[in-house]
């Protein structure tokens, strides 16, 4: 190969490292790929797989093998190149694998841990000759706590956007601008009228309500009258109950019904406290007494199923990590329970595996396993937590200082000069009159006087302050807590769990560790206390009927026979039989009676 051929960076590169023989007898797999801005550039690849030989070579490495992508590509899916180079791994054929730098491998946070984790099980290492390092797992943590207060910023920024948001809709005036296409109204350039031969359904559902009718029967009905929604077809009961709920018919128009929940990552629902109601603003089609009395009636009949509904979500996406069962091998499923307990079982345990088997491994439960998860953590150094803390933020402090103007002031401000532009245009085209503009132009002023002023006063909008802020969060019990399941989540990977009560975790880093899962689920708890119940009976009484104790005990009898034939399994009590008229329990360490006296009665049982 001629030296020609290089860039001059990497050329340097050789020559320096060429003393210190870094993969001096190392098993060595190069690993080629363009990035999408080489890939312009002609014969980029021959280029990479010719220096990147060359660099081994002087840095003392072994060549096993060279795999050149020829295709680029953010998923290794389609990679042929990099599959066999995996198995390679997989079968700890080399010692060291050699790229240009990590963006050649991935582009997808997801495939880099995994790549990572798959490399550090098979003690294979990983050079990147254009930093002329290896990679160490400890890389891995502090993208973790920076991708935490990255939230954190963006988690306030969302905060402001959505106050902007709710400040606009409180401030409507004249012009509304609800639904294009609500049922009963048709909307013209100054505003809503009534669509009479809509509106003579919606006055008969919302008397039909009132008068006691439920939703299908009301629907029924009015199919039968000629009801027809816009697209031809029949109005359903859900859509029925959805128009009696609408507060637009007795004229009132509700605003800020939803926001952007930043956790959730998805448009929500908020709280009826916080509608903004507009009453008044459109033509009623129906009066506020009947559109009461038609509710009244609805939720009444609602109330029962209403209780399921009410279950709370919890605040905070827990983990996102991966849990899965070293039974079959299924990914575990997460599922809530009645109580708000959040848990996890087998996914071959909620659907049949093909054979028809249910898989039975154990039910972990999200508040036994996360305190564990910690305390393995702890550990860990804690120390090391609050210096990378400090780091991002001293990150976030440049960036902050960059851009001290907050987003919606910056919007809103430049949405009123906009405004004021217009009003000049329109003024000197001789559309708007000479006391119409005087008097416009000086609300206008007047605005942007108010919102600087206000800006002034806000001070989160000073970096400094911001950053306290942001400070005091992470430093609060709140923001502690958010640190340690960030920490937790971003340094494990996955989990495996065991039907003996055994948890192998994995971590980012590639390390694993076992642990044992102590079940303390309230619902065993219960259990072991009713059979510690029915022990203690026996250490006063050797023999006892069913009937004694369901008596003593206060329980089932069904519920005692279970717990009795728990009992009888461990060998711990049996059976004694009294003749025709049935017979009782004894405590076998008593031993007071002959075996030969004891005869099953598996019909008991
Ligand atoms: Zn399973």
Not at 372 to 390: N, Y
Not at 518 to 528: D, E, F, P, V
Request: hydrophobic share 30%; proline share 2%; glycine share 6%.
């Amino acid at each position: 190969m001629r030296s020609g051929l290089w860039q001059c960076s990497t050329s340097k590169a050789v020559q320096t490292m060429s003393e210190e023989k870094v993969l001096s007898g190392m098993r060595c797999a190069i690993y080629n790929r363009c990035s999408t801005t080489e890939e312009a550039q002609n014969r980029a690849i021959e280029t990479q797989a010719a220096e990147s030989v060359e660099i081994v070579q002087a840095l003392g490495g072994v060549i096993c093998c060279q795999y050149i992508e020829q295709e680029s590509g953010t998923t290794t899916k389609k990679r042929t190149q990099y599959a066999s180079l995996m198995a390679d791994v997989q079968q700890e054929r080399i010692d060291c694998i050699v790229i240009k730098s990590i963006d050649r491998l991935m582009r997808n946070a997801g495939d880099w841990h995994e790549f990572i984790q798959h490399i550090t099980a098979h003690h294979v290492r990983l050079y990147l000759y254009l930093e002329r390092k290896f990679y160490e797992p400890q890389d891995a943590f502090l993208s973790g706590i920076k991708a935490l207060i990255a939230e954190q910023y963006s988690r306030e920024l969302s905060q402001k956007v959505n106050n902007a948001h709710k400040r606009r809709q409180k401030k409507i005036d004249g012009k509304l601008t609800v639904n294009n296409n609500v049922y009963g109204y048709r909307k013209e350039k100054d505003g809503y009228r009534i669509e009479e031969t809509e509106a003579v359904y919606i006055r008969r559902i919302y008397a039909m309500s009132a008068g006691g009718a439920g939703g299908r029967k009301i629907a029924k009905e009015l199919y039968a009258m000629g009801m027809r929604n816009r697209k031809n077809g029949a109005v359903s009961d859900v859509t029925v109950r959805r128009l009696i709920q609408n507060p637009l018919y007795k004229g009132t128009a509700v605003m800020h019904k939803t926001h952007y929940d930043f956790e959730l990552k998805k448009q929500c629902c908020l709280p009826k406290e916080q509608w903004i109601y507009h009453e008044n603003r459109i033509p009623a089609i129906v009066s506020e007494k009947l559109w009461q009395a038609a509710n009244d009636a609805l939720n009444a009949r609602k109330s029962k199923s209403q209780a399921k509904e009410q279950k709370e979500r919890s605040p905070l996406p827990q983990h996102c990590l991966k849990i899965v069962c070293g039974k079959c091998g299924c990914a575990y499923c997460k599922r809530t329970g009645s109580a708000g307990n959040v848990y996890w079982m087998c996914g071959r345990q909620l659907e049949k595996n093909p054979d028809g088997t249910v898989c039975k491994n154990i039910t972990v439960y999200e508040k036994e396993l996360e305190p564990l998860l910690w305390e393995q953590f702890q550990k860990e150094d804690m120390e090391s937590i609050k210096t990378q803390t400090e780091n991002g933020l001293l990150l976030l402090e440049k960036v902050l200082k960059k851009n001290p103007c907050s987003k919606d002031f910056c919007m809103e401000y430049g949405r009123l000069r906009e405004k004021k532009k217009n009003l000049l245009q329109k003024y000197m085209d001789g559309i708007v009159s000479d006391s119409d503009y005087k008097l416009a132009s000086e609300m206008l002023a007047q605005q942007i006087n108010q919102m600087t002023e206000q800006e002034k006063r806000n001070d989160t909008a000073k970096p400094g302050q911001r950053l306290f802020a942001i400070r005091q969060y992470l430093y609060s019990e709140e923001g502690q807590e958010a640190v340690r399941q960030a920490v937790v989540q971003n340094t494990l990977s996955e989990i495996t769990v065991y039907p003996d009560n055994r948890l192998c975790v994995c971590y980012r880093t590639g390390a694993c560790r076992m642990m044992p899962y102590r079940h303390i689920h309230a619902k065993m708890k219960k259990r072991q206390e009713s059979i510690q119940k029915i022990e203690q009976l026996f250490l006063s009484q050797n023999r006892l009927t069913t009937a004694e104790i369901a008596e003593y005990t206060g329980y089932s009898r069904g519920n005692i026979l279970q717990k009795l034939k728990e009992l009888k399994q461990q060998g711990r009590i049996r059976y004694v039989s009294m003749g025709k008229n049935g017979g009782c329990w004894e405590d076998v360490s008593t031993g007071i009676h002959q075996d030969k006296q004891t005869k099953k009665t598996d019909g008991q049982i």
